[in-house]
C-alpha cells in the first residue's frame, strides 16, 4: 500500500525564521499554486497583503477572525430562518414518513450546488495542480467524520429514540459503502487513455451509483407504504389536522384573500425583527439589512405566515436570481445556459400565471424553490469559510492540506447541520432529525468516488488519492460507526447523553493526533512507514 506524500508540496506558508512583511507574503500568495486552491470569490491573501499591504499577520489574523464571524452569522440566519422553514414544509407535504421524506429531500438539495462546483485542484487541464488532488478526498472523509459525530451529538443533547430497524438498515447501509469505499480508494491506478484500471474505476463508479439508486428506492418504497398505512388509520380525524390541508384542498382553486394586501404581505416577508424573534436582540438588529435583501430573493413558505408563505414576487425573483448565484459553481457553458433559460421561463410562467393574493394549488413547489436558493447560498457561504480558514491557517501554522482539511474544514456544514438538526427537534419532527444526519453521511459516502472520478481526480499524473492522515480518518470513521451502533443497540435505541460524552471524547483524542502526528511526535495510524513514492 501506498500513500501520497504532500510534504515536499510548495505550502502557502514562509519559513519562520524570515520576517514576514508584506511584500514576502504578497509575493507567496501570487506565486504558490497552493494558496489559491480554495478560493472561490474572494483571495483575502492577494487584498490583503498586495492591494492593502498589511504590515504584520497579527492584523491578517483579526480580519480572518471578523470575517469568519459574519460569514457565520449570516450562515445561520440563512439556515434557521430560510432553508429550515422550506425543508419542514415539504416534509410535512411530502406523501411519506418523517424519516423517508427528510432523508430523500435533504441530501440533494444540500449537496445539489456542491457537487455540481468543480475545484482548482482537480482540475486535470493544469497539470501542475494535479499534485494537491488527494486533498478533495481529505475533505470529503473529513466531512463524513464531522457529519456523523456532530448529527449525532446533537440528536443526543436531546435525545432520541430510534426504530430498531431503521437504526440497523441505515447503519448497514453506511458500512457496506464505507467498506466498499475504502476498498477500491486504497488501490494504486495506473490511470491512461486506454488501460484495465481506467475501465475497472468505470465499473466502481457504476456500482456505487446503482447501489446508491437502489438505497434511495428502497427508502421510498417503504416510506411511502408506512404513510399510506398510517393515512388510513388516521383518515377519520383528518379533517381536524390543524390547519394544514387535505389532498382535496390541495386540488382545489384558492380564494383571493382580500382581507390582506399586496403591501402587507411584503412587509410580513421582509420583516426581519419579526421574523427572526427568538434569536438574541443584538444579532437581529445586526442582521436586518442582510434579512431584508435575502427575503427579496428567497421564498419561505411556512404555515405561521400569511397565506403560507407564498409571495409572488419573491418567488419570480428567486428564478430569476438562481442561475446569478450558481455563476461561481463552475458550471459549463452549455448546462448554465440550460438552467438559464429554464429559471427564467418559469420565473415568467409564476409571473403571468399566479396572483399575488391567492395561494397556488402546488405550494410546495415554491418551498421547494426556496430551499434549494438557500443551499446555494448556505454551500458558497460554507466554501467561503474554508478559504479564510484554509488561508490563515496555512500561513500561521505550516500544516499540511490534508491535516487542514480533514481537521479545520467542514465548519459551516456542521453548523447548518446542527442547527437543521436542532430546529426540527423544536418543531417535535423527531423522525426528520435521524433522517437528516442518515442522509448527509450516506450521500457523502456512496458519491465520494463518483465525485473524484468525474471531476478529474483520477489521471495519469496523480493516480492515488489516499495520504497517511486521510487513512487514519477512515479508521476512525469506522471505529465512530461500530461503537455508535454497539452503543445505541445496548441502550434501546436510544440516543443518550452518554454517547455524546463518548463522541466528544474520541472527536478530542481525533485532532489531538492529527496534530502530534504532524509535528512527527508520532507515526500515523495507517502505516508504520510513510512511502517517499506512489509505487
Not at 31 to 56: A, E, M, Q, R
Not at 232 to 259: A, H, P
Not at 466 to 484: D, G, N, Y
Amino acid at each position: 500500500m501506498a500513500f501520497v506524500d504532500l510534504s515536499a508540496v510548495n505550502r502557502c506558508s514562509l519559513p519562520r525564521e524570515s520576517f514576514r512583511n508584506a511584500n514576502q507574503t504578497c509575493g507567496l500568495a501570487r506565486s504558490t499554486l497552493s494558496c489559491g486552491s480554495l478560493v472561490y470569490l474572494i483571495n483575502y491573501l492577494d487584498i490583503c497583503f498586495c492591494v492593502f499591504k498589511l504590515p504584520t499577520m497579527s492584523i491578517y489574523g483579526l480580519i480572518s477572525a471578523f470575517l469568519l464571524m459574519v460569514h457565520l452569522s449570516v450562515l445561520f440566519m440563512v439556515t434557521k430562518y430560510f432553508f429550515v422553514p422550506n425543508l419542514a414544509t415539504l416534509i410535512e407535504f411530502a406523501p411519506m414518513t418523517m424519516f423517508g421524506s427528510s432523508f430523500l429531500l435533504f441530501g440533494p438539495t444540500f449537496f445539489v450546488s456542491y457537487y455540481n462546483s468543480f475545484w482548482e485542484i482537480c482540475n486535470p487541464r493544469k497539470p501542475e495542480s494535479i499534485c494537491l488532488s488527494p486533498l478533495q478526498f481529505a475533505k470529503i472523509m473529513g466531512d463524513i467524520l464531522r457529519y456523523i459525530v456532530i448529527g449525532f451529538m446533537v440528536i443526543c443533547a436531546q435525545g432520541y429514540r430510534v426504530d430498531g430497524i431503521t437504526f440497523w438498515s441505515c447503519l448497514s447501509f453506511i458500512l457496506t459503502g464505507m467498506v466498499y469505499l475504502y476498498i477500491v480508494i486504497k488501490k494504486s491506478y495506473n490511470v491512461y487513455l486506454i488501460v484495465a484500471d481506467l475501465y475497472s474505476i468505470k465499473f466502481r463508479v457504476t456500482v456505487f451509483l446503482y447501489t446508491f439508486l437502489m438505497v434511495l428506492l428502497v427508502i421510498f418504497v417503504v416510506s411511502y407504504a408506512n404513510f399510506q398505512r398510517s393515512k388510513v388509520k388516521s383518515k377519520q380525524t383528518q379533517e381536524n389536522f390543524l390547519e394544514m390541508d387535505s389532498g382535496d384542498e390541495i386540488l382545489g382553486k384558492y380564494q383571493k384573500q382580500m382581507e390582506f394586501s399586496r403591501r402587507e404581505i411584503w412587509l410580513k416577508a421582509v420583516n426581519g425583527y419579526r421574523n427572526m424573534a427568538d434569536s438574541n436582540v443584538i444579532y437581529r438588529i445586526a442582521m436586518i439589512p442582510s434579512y431584508f435583501v435575502l427575503a427579496n430573493f428567497i421564498p419561505v413558505i411556512s404555515n405561521d405566515r400569511a397565506l403560507i408563505g407564498w409571495n409572488k414576487y419573491t418567488s419570480c425573483l428567486g428564478l430569476f436570481f438562481l442561475p446569478i448565484i450558481c455563476l461561481p459553481h463552475g458550471f459549463k457553458a452549455v448546462s448554465w445556459l440550460i438552467m438559464f433559460l429554464t429559471c427564467w421561463t418559469l420565473s415568467i410562467l409564476t409571473f403571468i400565471s399566479t396572483h399575488s393574493l391567492r395561494r397556488p394549488n402546488n405550494i410546495w413547489i415554491f418551498a421547494l424553490l426556496g430551499l434549494i436558493v438557500s443551499s446555494v447560498f448556505i454551500n458558497l457561504l460554507s466554501r467561503e469559510i474554508e478559504n479564510i480558514i484554509y488561508q490563515y491557517i496555512s500561513m500561521q501554522f505550516d500544516v499540511m492540506p490534508d491535516v487542514t482539511a480533514l481537521v479545520y474544514f467542514g465548519l459551516g456544514e456542521m453548523l447548518s447541520e446542527s442547527i437543521v438538526v436542532r430546529c426540527l427537534q423544536q418543531r417535535k419532527m423527531w423522525d426528520a432529525t435521524f433522517g437528516v444526519v442518515m442522509s448527509l453521511v450516506t450521500y457523502a459516502i456512496f458519491l465520494a468516488f463518483p465525485l473524484l472520478f468525474f471531476q478529474g481526480c483520477y489521471n495519469n499524473k496523480c493516480s492515488i488519492m489516499v495520504t497517511s492522515s486521510t487513512e487514519t480518518t477512515i479508521h476512525f470513521i469506522f471505529l465512530v460507526l461500530s461503537t455508535c451502533l454497539l452503543h445505541v443497540s445496548l441502550s434501546g435505541y436510544e440516543f443518550r447523553i452518554s454517547l455524546l460524552f463518548y463522541l466528544l471524547v474520541l472527536t478530542v483524542f481525533y485532532v489531538t493526533l492529527q496534530w502530534m502526528t504532524h509535528y512527527d511526535w508520532i507515526l500515523s495510524f495507517a502505516t508504520l512507514h510513510k512511502s517517499k513514492n506512489n509505487d
